[in-house]
């Protein structure tokens, strides 16, 4: 939502302006590992994009084409209960009669999309990296998005208005936060691993995050000092 914001921000200036894909700035984080806290991500980024693409719209300065795909946005949105009437009745239709001739051109442009993201995987180098995990994340999606976009623009309808920004108390590993306890300059050498550190956060490994909270824990208390001043001595 702030990405949206930012850039809307950004395009209002002038129609002359184009934003740009940079393949160095690609980055991954640690997906949500619960549905409740999946669901509180989703409501969130859901209704931001719901109302940002309303400045897209009808915003100052926004070029032709941008208006169009906002406009499609917001359609494809409000109706996403129609979207899975029509897809039951599809498939009822096809099960019931079905021609091959009138579902080519159906096909080509249902799937020009897929074609398009598989493209770009194919032809930009940081993501040609990870296109066996786009590729997985895209069967997956296909197979559970009928279902989860009902639910998730149901919890963005029934919180219109919500500021909540997500769970509380709840971080990308949905586990309890690790104690903060002093440890030997020995054990601490058991930390001192060479591992990637993206492979490390996408597996939940958490040795380099409890050093960094030790690490906090002792830049946090400060030594005690004896100030000397004509009143006598201070302690700190």
């Avoid at 950004?10 to 997906?31: C, I, K, Y």
């Avoid at 598989?118 to 995990?133: N, T, V, W």
């Avoid at 104690?179 to 300059?185: K, R, S």
Wanted: aromatic share 8%.
């Amino acid at each position: 939502g702030t990405d949206r914001r930012l850039t809307y921000s950004m395009l209002s200036q002038g129609e002359h302006l184009r934003t740009l894909f940079v393949p160095d700035a690609v980055s991954e984080t640690v997906a949500p590992q619960s549905l409740f806290h999946y669901l509180s991500q989703r409501r969130r980024w859901g209704s931001n994009a719901y109302f940002n693409n309303y400045f897209y719209l009808a915003g100052e300065k926004m070029i032709t084409i941008t208006r169009i795909a906002a406009s499609v946005e917001v359609i494809r949105l409000s109706l996403v209960y129609y979207r899975i009437l029509n897809t039951a009745l599809f498939i009822a239709s096809c099960v019931r009669h079905v021609s091959a001739i009138k579902l080519v051109p159906m096909l080509v442009v249902g799937q020009l999309p897929s074609l398009w993201f598989f493209c770009s995987i194919l032809l930009e180098p940081e993501l040609r990296k990870r296109g066996h995990k786009l590729a997985i994340g895209y069967l997956i999606n296909k197979c559970v998005s009928p279902v989860m976009s009902v639910i998730i623009f149901t919890k963005v309808a029934t919180n219109l208005g919500s500021q909540v920004w997500g769970v509380s108390g709840v971080t990308a590993s949905s586990g309890p936060v690790p104690p903060q306890v002093e440890i030997t300059d020995e054990e601490a050498k058991l930390f001192e691993v060479e591992v990637d550190d993206l492979s490390a956060a996408e597996k939940g490994e958490a040795p380099l995050l409890l050093k960094s909270l030790l690490d906090d824990e002792a830049i946090a208390k400060p030594e005690r000092c004896r100030l000397k001043d004509e009143r006598g001595d201070v302690e700190c």
